[in-house]
């Protein structure tokens, strides 16, 4: 069960957009539609961003994106805000009927 | 409105237990998976177990397995973690979440272990 690798950190101006990846294997992330994403701001509890790779739940803002290639998700968000700055975590599904988090990036909006 | 509160968090001695609770309200929580997520100080999400909404399988992360459980009381709508032989690194805030097979789409607001001697 080893966490998900993520770019400890990204950044980009005011009305940008960048990407996070998520990178796994097989057995989690290129194996299974059940790829999600959390934002979570500094003492905050984690908000749902996107599940099943590419849909997002009622009321989330469709500047935030998600998408797949192989054993790699990734969110993008465009038009970048001030407000996007937080902690992003991708999850997945496992082989072993579990789920398995990345480690997290901090993004930073210059 | 849906709504997770867990209970249960505190200081204890390393090799103690704990049980944490999470009480469910404003959704049919007996038709739900739930799961437990931890989040270390200053650290990343960390997966740690689910129940099916019947409770008739659960599902452990390596770092736990052997030591916590999760329960559910689906008359109660109310989630549980028995947490044995507790470890430092088990220092945690715990939160309870819903899994409606589209991520997890809410959370409660987390309660604090610290183990500690």
């Not at chain 2, 867990?6 to 090799?15: D, F, I, K």
């Amino acid at each position: 069960q080893s966490a998900l690798t993520q770019p400890a950190s990204v950044s980009g101006s005011p009305g940008q957009s960048i990407t996070i990846s998520c990178t796994g294997t097989s057995s989690d992330v290129g194996g299974y539609k059940y790829v999600s994403w959390y934002q979570q701001h500094p003492g905050k509890v984690p908000k749902l961003l996107i599940y099943d790779v590419t849909n997002r739940p009622s009321g989330v803002s469709n500047r935030f994106s998600g998408s797949k290639s192989g054993n790699t998700a990734s969110l993008t968000i465009s038009g970048l805000q001030a407000e996007d700055e937080a902690d992003y975590y991708c999850s997945s599904y496992t082989s072993s009927s579990t789920w398995v988090f990345g480690g997290g990036t901090k993004l930073t909006v210059l | 409105q849906v709504q997770l509160v867990e209970s249960g968090g505190g200081v204890v001695q390393p090799g103690r237990s704990l049980r944490l609770s999470c009480a469910a309200s404003g959704f049919t929580f007996s038709t739900y998976g739930m799961h437990w997520v931890r989040q270390a100080p200053g650290k990343g999400l960390e997966w740690v177990a689910v129940i099916w909404f019947d409770g008739s399988n659960e599902y452990y992360a390596d770092s736990v397995k052997g030591r916590f459980t999760i329960s559910r009381d689906n008359s109660k709508d109310t989630l549980f973690l028995q947490m044995n032989s507790l470890r430092a690194e088990d220092t945690a805030i715990y939160y309870c979440t819903r899994d409606p097979e589209a991520g997890f789409d809410y959370w409660g607001q987390g309660t604090l272990v610290t183990v500690s001697s």
